[in-house]
């Protein structure tokens, strides 16, 4: 938990506007640097638009993983997804990023459905709407392109047999104070939250090579557990790189929110409401009038437009620049820096529409019969 | 858990002499009374010694039991083994009762094998040991009789799938006040064990009747959670009847204890050694030299072999009132009395160790291929 006068950002709740920079402080984490970007490039032939901008931009140990990549050991990535509702524009960042990197490497990628984790936070979710929700969340998620030979995806509820030998042998390790310090649990929190962290654990021990987390920030508390007990257990300590939140459309405090669909653009929403949506409440950072803006230019860096397609929908770097500069001389409207957001996402969400429903037929690929799903049902953890 | 000055009983540790009465009251429990002795002779047309001899002295809901079998709608039984060493005397006590009643009902058992909990609780404890125990410990409880078709053994580690969706509905509703008050946890308890009451807690949702508990009293405090629970869930509240705790062969205090094998006979000890141990270390009644013993008499109250004999292994009534006044009024000696019981325990465990072998074949059928067993491998408790 990283809390101070301003924000705050667990696995739970992101509050304020997030100082990224003393957030690295905070969880003693590491920043992305461009020494790291540089060997990134030279190994993967190729920059992705997520390290190039930013976007991730924290890691633990992730000079390591290189150093595996170099030396022929390899690497497996790992990440996952509460399903707590439908996936937002948000939410797909950190599976953009891990399917780069098993594209790039041909790296196994696990994806934990935490069905178990969702249903005990939230008091009104029953486990039946955090396993309907696991269903459409994965959908969407082998949407994005996941190799369904090399990706599991599992949900804690159907996999936990495979699992809990392991599991307990970790939530031996941690006690109620630890758990308390990291995650603030209290009296009231219930015994199935407080028992939870040693089952996000076990994925980092999938294979006894060492794990990548393309992840949020807010997921890092788990990691530091995981990386004080993973050697005693013979594996290796996790590595993580972090994401920024992509501020939600109302500004650039907190973080989209499922309970306010003003917040996030749905992966479900139609051209006209993406349109209607960004119109409306995408924050601007323009002036009060055209004339205003034409005098005095707009400022991008508080533009939640400008800093979706920086951040990940523009692809194109000298497109970026341009934009910049037109929006911060006067020269382009924010009516005008939101069309071309509009068209990005639209464009993008009518590739995913068509993959979505393809991945209708291929789950059960990614779930149980795919070469990688095959061999991780036939595993039991210890 | 109940703590005085005197003595402690809680599901891990038992010290000091117990007072049973004491124990009544404060766990809140009810005496198994003559009244409801006498309604489960006719029901049952049968009487069983651990009943006649008070050696199950306390329930919960037990008349609530004997309404349902006479009104038709039945029970069935539960109960369980920490499998954390060899089983000892004091160990079948339940299994034995439990046993009585499928016979004399046709009803269903369940018998859960806490490999997970007995790994959780001890530092010096491996998951392998524990699931190395819980085979032989399976085994030992099998030849006590129980009907293949009708009792379901099964491990938490293996079963977990089936229970985990229930388990996490009931841990949603235990918070950490709850388990720190009931079972004294600390900010040292691990997050394992912290868990472990919900799981507990499942097997007596195992089926929408009431669940009738024979085990010993330090059991307790998680039929007291299950109670407060059970109805908010569409069950019924699980019904209890508590056994005393044999006394250690070497006094009045505590119980058997595996890491003292002079308090305990255990089921895998041959005649010679149990002749050893209870003539060296079976507490005595008697009088320091047979000439005051003849003089002043034995006291049975304290004498362990005769308290063995009452409350387990001599069936007959008319021959521990017998054995009673002789030794009372010095005509029996020490000796002659552990001869008795010598002979009544060795007599018991050469018919175990045959049958012992027997489950060795049958063991599948309580686990797998029971009709009962192969029904609860199709079940997913929700």
Known sequence: MAKDDKFSVTPWTVTGKVDYDKLIKKFGTQPLDDNLKRRLEKLSNGSHVLIRRNTFFS????????????????????????????????????FVMTKWFQEKFKANVYIELTDDEKFLYDEKFSLDDSRKWSYENALDIIALGFDPDRTF?????????????LAIKVAKKINYSLVKAVFGFKNETNVGMIFYPALQVIPTFFERK?????????????????????????????????NKFLPPLTGPEGKMSASQPETAIYLSDGPEIVKKKIMKYAFSGGQA??????????????????????????EDDAEVDRIE???????????????ILINKINEFLEVHRAKREEAKETIKDFKVNGQLALKMWNTILE
Chains 1, 2 share one sequence.
Not at 224 to 238: H, M, N, P, S, V
């Open 59 to 94: 890691h633990r140990d992730f000079d390591k993983v290189l150093d595996d990549i170099e030396n022929g050991m390899g690497f497996f990535l790992y990440t996952g997804r509460g399903p707590s509702g439908p996936m937002h524009i948000g939410h797909i960042i950190p």
């Open 153 to 165: 995806i599992f949900q804690d509820t159907e996999y936990i047999k495979n699992m809990y030998p």
């Open 210 to 242: 060492r794990c990548l987390i393309p992840a949020a920030i807010d997921q890092d508390p788990y990691w530091r557990i995981q990386r004080d007990l993973a050697e005693g257990f013979g594996y290796f300590k996790a590595s993580a790189i972090h």
């Open 289 to 314: 009038t055209v004339e205003l803006h034409r005098k005095y230019g707009g400022n991008p860096d508080l533009d939640v437009s400008f800093q979706w397609l920086k951040l990940f929908f523009e």
């Open 325 to 339: 500069k037109e929006y911060r001389s006067g020269q382009m409207l924010t009516g005008e820096l939101k069309e």
